[in-house]
């Protein structure tokens, strides 16, 4: 079985790609899944059809679902619902308010992971393609099997916290059950799942962009934060990229712009391979277009390969209190490295090749002291 995962900022194409990747793959004959974790849903759009919370048969092989967060929550995790309702309206805040708030930080994160599990465990797809949401929430969701342990604790001070000050009350509200009990459970399920998704033979992680400034600096933190993660990346999409001609010259100069853009997709996310969809002037939706979509991406590749399976990009380790961040930029002649360091961004300029990092948080106000190239890797040294 195969997991892709799309993710890149709002807006540039992550629906598309995911629905015409899944397209692709079930008209080749395999079962695929592909489910969104944004709660603004448009995998519906996409896909020109309505979508339930349970997974539809789009057409042969091809399946859908998107997550509905807030029924989930009514339907599974009532007993948190009424719990942390009860708590809030202690504190004066009225039902509404406090059934919106219920949805606590890394609720959806939980639920939409939960999702993902229960279509990997159901052994009925070979392929599941996520559609995630924009790149903030992706990232909280991506940390969250292995922050599941903090957020657990946190819910279990509450709760001691909360028992002391009000028992008497909170046990009227509540049922007899345990809600805790419900913990361990979804905290096997969130272990098992991290496997997984930390499996490169299983899952592949894809960043979407435009050729866009601020679009390809999220697309460098989102790279910075999975490698982190120790998430593998296969490929880069660009989407939306110009191949007209045109004499009118405003049309011109944003095709030149994207030209500059896209050579520095091309140096910052090498040595990872790197697809490219072109802007198409109608509306593409409905399986056929997203076929069509998938053919201007791949060509004739299968969508659902592992693209790249070479080392992580970038490795960031601690060493007798030095930083060490590793890039692995192979087959590169480095006579002469360059680095400027400017708020969160490391350039680095490698002969003519210039490339950015966007600096994890524990490298960003230090120092850069060395750096060295062997074997493939560039090791600069943080003090
Ligand atoms: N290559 C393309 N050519 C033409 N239109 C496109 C292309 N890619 C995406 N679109 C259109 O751009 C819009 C945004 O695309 P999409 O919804 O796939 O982006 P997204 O990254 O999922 O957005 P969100 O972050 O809001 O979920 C949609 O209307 C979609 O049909
Ligand atoms: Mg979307």
Redesign the pocket.
Known sequence: MRIILYL????????????ATAVSIARSGKRVLVIST?V?H?LA??LGVELGTKPQEIEKNLFALEVNILAEIREHWEEFHAYFSTMLMQDGTSEIVADELTIMPGMEEMISLRHIWLAANSGNYDVIVV?A??TGETMRLLAMPESYRWYTDKIASWHVRAMGVAAPLITKFMPKKNIFKLMPEVGEHMKELHGVLMDPEITSFRI?VNPENMVIKEALRAQTYLNLFGYKLDAVVI???FDQKTKDPFFQCLIDRQQTYLTKINDCFYPLPIFS?????????GTDKLLD?AQ?VFGKEDPSQIFYDDKHTHKVEKLNGKYKLHLYLPNIEIERVQMNLKGDELLIEVNNFRKNIILPNVLVGRKTESAKYHGGNLEVTFN
Do not use: C, H, R
């Not at 969809?277 to 939706?285: N, R």
């Open positions: 890149g900022k709002g807006g540039v194409g992550k629906t598309s790609i995911s629905s944004d603004a448009s759009d996409a559609d949401a924009p979407v989407n939306k990229v969809s072109k802007q198409f002037s109608e509306d593409m939706t979509m201007a």
